[in-house]
């Protein structure tokens, strides 16, 4: 099969052609963003850009996606600029990339697979490596026809007598296999991940969503006093990390800095990250950031709580799941119209210059933060919003337990935050802190009546 390794570092220098489409609904502005965006991401994977083309159709080609008359002017244009890779914007077809790598005569690939490159050079945790690893397969399966030019091949032996297999049989079967191999080892690793969640005690978790290169690592560093990878490209990083934030007032809260997003983000990627991406549907309140010095951030807005729809409707497990424009998204549980709350953060303020196109952003959104985890503005509002969201998902109530009942006060100790205890009248009482969320699971698992010290 066509091996998705990393090209070793002396492989020759990619020259690239970007090529785009826009059809009647797609606005050429928006196609022109498209390609500025996958401009960066090729430059990313280490590749110079000879120069792009916008394709205008009111259909796409099913042979060539193009257009024989375009492909005829690309090859003319590989020639005289010495290209020797070609990236669409969009998917291809299997068919649609063999017909068009004939008549070319260079590399042909698409922006899922652009994607996929970028994400196997930043995998650095065996966890993000082997989801990488399931993405590809997944993309390659039903490309592997166009990957051998030698169907014709048999393999036999004992067994199996007759026609036997051809090659792209057997690929196809070790395929399965291999992303059914790294399917089990990517739960055994989520059930550690699952484990040391539930040794963080209970604590409110705020994390940080956003479209990549939104500064969502530095607004980690900048409210953690952490330092995490910060960089300009885009996908720096792969794994969500997160750290424990001191507040300012009440006990503290962890802060969990997840993947970004992007136009176009590939499904079956999505789906192979679903283990990183359950921070997101665990999530006790959503800080959304989004770059509002780009002239698209709405649009990017947008994306994100489109791909937010996509995660949470697969690990929350209804319809119901799900984010509004520029809205909330649902919290996983049995209610699907309990939410999360979500505080939209637009982020990189120092580098919007105009006064009056801040005030124009800040009356647009009346409810969200303006910030610069650059500069530190907008910090102490931010992490105000997050302890108020932290002290409404709490409430405190007392739990008698019998002492001889081991099973009853360890799910207390490890559903709820002990406050204090003693006893009274023989038993054993917790005056405990507890999620909203979480009362209905600890009364039924130890067997128990919460009784509220305050209103709920």
């Known amino acids: 099969m066509r091996s998705h390794r990393v090209p070793p570092s002396k492989a020759p220098v990619e020259r690239a052609f970007l090529v785009g489409v826009t059809l009647p609904t797609v606005r050429r502005e928006a196609e022109m963003e498209n390609l500025r965006e996958l401009e960066a991401l090729a430059r990313g994977a280490g590749a110079v850009i000879a120069g792009s083309t916008i394709q205008n159709r009111t259909r796409i080609d099913g042979s060539t996606f193009i257009g024989s008359g375009k492909l005829d002017e690309l090859a003319g244009i590989i020639h005289d600029r010495d290209v020797n890779l070609v990236i669409f914007d969009d998917d291809l077809s299997p068919a649609q990339a063999r017909n068009v790598e004939k008549r070319l005569g260079v590399n042909v690939i698409d922006r899922t697979e652009l994607i996929l490159d970028i994400f196997a050079r930043r995998a650095r945790t065996k966890q993000a490596k082997i989801q990488v690893e399931i993405a590809q397969l997944r993309y ?209 303020t120092d580098l919007v210059e105009d006064p009056g196109k801040r005030a124009a952003i800040a009356a647009r959104h009346p409810g969200a933060v303006l910030a610069s985890a650059a500069t530190g503005e907008g910090m102490d509002r931010l992490l105000g919003l997050v302890e108020e969201h932290r002290d409404k998902d709490f409430v405190e109530a007392d739990v008698t337990v019998a002492p001889e009942d081991g099973r009853a006060i360890a799910a207390v100790e490890r559903m709820a935050r002990v406050v204090s205890r003693g006893m009274v009248d023989g038993a054993l009482v917790f005056r405990v802190r507890v999620r909203r969320r979480d009362v209905p699971a600890l009364e039924r698992d130890a067997a128990v009546r919460l009784r509220f010290s305050r209103p709920r």
């Open 140 to 348: 390659t399966l039903p490309r592997l026809r166009r990957l051998w030019e030698h169907l014709e091949r048999q393999e036999g032996g004992i067994g199996t007598r007759g026609p036997g297999e051809t090659q792209i049989e057997v690929d196809r079967r070790r395929a399965y296999d291999r992303m059914a191999s790294l399917a089990r080892e990517l739960e055994r690793i989520h059930r550690g991940v699952e484990e040391r969640r539930k040794r963080r005690g209970g604590l409110f978790n705020a994390t940080i969503v956003g479209y990549t290169n939104a500064g969502k690592s530095t607004l980690l560093n900048r409210m953690a006093g952490s330092a995490v990878l910060e960089s300009s490209r885009l996908f720096s990083t792969l794994d969500s990390t997160t750290r424990r934030v001191r507040a300012r007032s009440g006990e503290p809260f962890l802060l969990t800095d997840t993947i970004g997003f992007i136009r176009k983000l590939p499904a079956h990627l999505v789906a192979s990250f679903r283990a990183t991406l359950l921070d997101v549907s665990e999530a006790d309140l959503l800080l959304h950031v989004a770059d509002a010095a780009s002239p698209y951030y709405e649009d990017h807005v947008d994306v994100v709580n489109g791909v937010l729809e996509s995660v949470l409707s697969k690990t929350v497990g209804g319809a119901a799941a799900g984010v509004g424009r520029r809205g909330r998204a649902a919290l996983p549980g049995d209610d699907p119209h309990v939410r999360i709350p979500t505080v939209l953060v637009l982020n990189k």
